[in-house]
């Protein structure tokens, strides 16, 4: 079941207790938690595979024209759009350019939804920020609960009622799960007055499930992109929200005035040329093979038991990420921790045993194996 996530059930101080920045601001921030991002949580170790990053940079620098500095640059710059367009498939009319897919889900709550008034709709466990980013805009979250096999719930068509916005992450961060897109064309199908906004922010790692083709038949269809992950551009921040003119023309009057800087707009362009895009497929490549290592290494881990019940469940990847379901979470964590690999780990009840393991190099991943590999049971 669902459950609205502005319950600000935590007894607050009394005003004479509140410094004055928090006399002034919203009361329904008091109680926000924010969202902890990799570098938020940091971490020691000389392994950092927490954030779903790439361990490759491509960036040609020499080749960058930066002598435009002393001027703002184009809001939506033609050379990244057109270049975005021709790597996508989509035409440049319906393509956004924003600070990372982040600014994206902000741009469609603030464009869409009335403060105190409209909800959206999200399926966890998945990405905190659509929440997040909700609550900051005292917009209502309707928390659903994928299946437990990560699918979309039975009864989701009757839970998101009143949603102006639901968000599906596919595939899904942090499960590394896939919904079918036969069965992502059902829900928008069966939304039709709802923006569907699906997150394809690893869709390179299994692009047979993008909906983007669909963007033409689905005028209710929005999809999230970034450059972040298979691009390799995770400290650059660009992304691109997908979506019919109609709804691109309502989030251009409240995007920012220059949302691209000038050297984003310059790398990024860069990454999406012929040769940028083939090398991404290689190391695409390479980052799939390392993660089927990885993935066999926890799974036969986790397979090892001097009891005849399972140790853990590890998800099949669908992204450049690998979430493992253990019983010694507490051993591994710290197997891990001692070990100098910075992981990630949550606080969501239903991955409360849960590691995710980002996909890294050839060297980090022989780290892993081998770790795994010292603990397995003779």
């Known amino acids: 079941m669902g459950q609205e996530m502005n319950d600000n059930s935590q007894e607050r101080p009394r005003l004479t207790e509140l410094t004055l920045a928090e006399r002034l601001t919203r009361p329904e921030l008091l109680d926000l938690t924010p969202y902890q991002s990799a570098r938020r949580l940091g971490g020691r ?142 829900a928008i199908n069966a939304l ?68 691209v800087p000038l050297p984003v707009s310059e790398v990024a362009t860069q990454a999406l040329s012929n040769a940028g895009v083939a090398r991404m497929k290689v190391q695409v490549s390479q980052l799939i093979e390392q993660g089927e290592r990885l993935t066999a290494a926890i799974s036969a881990y986790c397979s090892t038991s001097n009891s005849s019940e399972s140790r853990a469940r590890v998800l099949k990847p669908n992204g450049n990420y690998v979430l493992a379901e253990f019983d010694d979470v507490a051993k591994v964590a710290a197997l891990l921790q001692g070990s100098g690999v910075v992981a990630r780990a949550y606080k969501d009840p239903r991955l409360a045993n849960a590691i995710r393991f980002s996909f890294s190099s ?11 590999e010292s603990q397995l049971i003779d």
């Not at 900051?136 to 979250?141: A, D, H, Y």
């Not at 050839?362 to 795994?372: A, E, G, R, Y």
């Open 362 to 372: 050839k060297t980090d991943t022989d780290i892993l194996v081998n770790l795994f």
């Open 192 to 259: 039709p007055e709802v923006l569907v906004v699906v997150d394809e922010a690893y869709i390179e790692f299994c692009p047979e499930y993008s909906v983007a083709d669909l963007l033409d038949t689905y005028p209710n269809l929005v999809v999230l992109r970034t450059l972040s992950k298979a691009f390799a551009l995770a400290g650059a921040r660009c992304g691109f929200m997908l979506a019919n003119e109609d709804v691109v023309e309502i989030v251009m009057r409240v995007i920012a005035p220059y949302p």
């Open 45 to 186: 170790g000389d392994i950092w595979i927490n954030a779903n990053e790439s361990p490759f940079n491509n960036v040609d620098t020499a080749a960058l024209d930066l002598s435009k500095l002393n001027r703002y640059p184009e809001c939506q710059p033609p050379e990244l759009i057109k270049a975005y367009s021709d790597y996508s498939g989509v035409s440049a009319s319906k393509i956004v350019a924003s600070r990372g897919a982040d600014e994206a889900i902000e741009l469609l709550i603030r464009a869409f939804c009335i403060p105190g008034v409209d909800s959206i709709a999200c399926f966890g466990p998945t990405y905190g920020m659509y929440a997040i980013s909700a609550n900051t805009f005292n917009v209502g979250v309707k928390a659903l609960n994928l299946s437990a096999e990560y699918g979309l719930p039975a009864s989701y068509v009757d839970e998101v009622r009143g949603a102006k916005l639901v968000f599906i992450c596919n595939p899904n961060n942090p499960t590394g799960t896939v919904i079918d897109k036969a069965i992502i064309e059902q």
